[in-house]
């Protein structure tokens, strides 16, 4: 069972910045890749980024392209995400997740951190 908590949302204004903290449980860390999911109200959970197991291999969705970046520290086996330029469109409830490398999809999530952008 890994826990995962999420800590650095709040309120940013547009075009400001916030970087989010999700801290896990498990110290076979190294054996998860990690992801940001986000869901607005009234919309469905949607994939922000992830990052595999070692660093090396990242993916975002086309929405924050250019303005996010996801990183990990396996040694203090946590994950980031860094927001940059944020827009109003990006308020919602972020979510970090791992996905164990023989499973397909994410098994464990925290609890959320809102984050508010205001125009």
């Known amino acids: 069972q890994v826990q995962l908590v999420e800590s650095g949302g709040g309120l940013a204004q547009a075009g400001g910045s916030l970087r989010l903290s999700c801290a896990a449980s498990?110290?076979?860390?190294?054996?998860?890749?990690m992801a940001w999911f986000r869901q607005a109200p009234g919309e469905e959970r949607e994939l922000v980024a992830a990052?595999?197991?070692?660093?090396?291999?990242?993916y975002y969705a086309d929405s924050v392209k250019g303005r996010f970046a996801i990183s990990r520290d396996n040694a203090k086996i946590t994950v980031y995400l860094q927001m940059n330029s944020l827009k109003p469109e990006d308020t919602a409830v972020y979510y970090c997740?791992?996905?164990?490398?023989?499973?397909?999809?994410?098994?464990?999530w925290g609890q959320g951190t809102q984050v508010t952008v205001s125009s």
């Open positions: 990052i595999n197991w070692s660093g090396v291999v990242t």
């Open positions: 997740a791992a996905r164990s490398l023989t499973r397909t999809s994410y098994r464990y």
């Open positions: 498990e110290r076979a860390f190294n054996n998860y890749n």
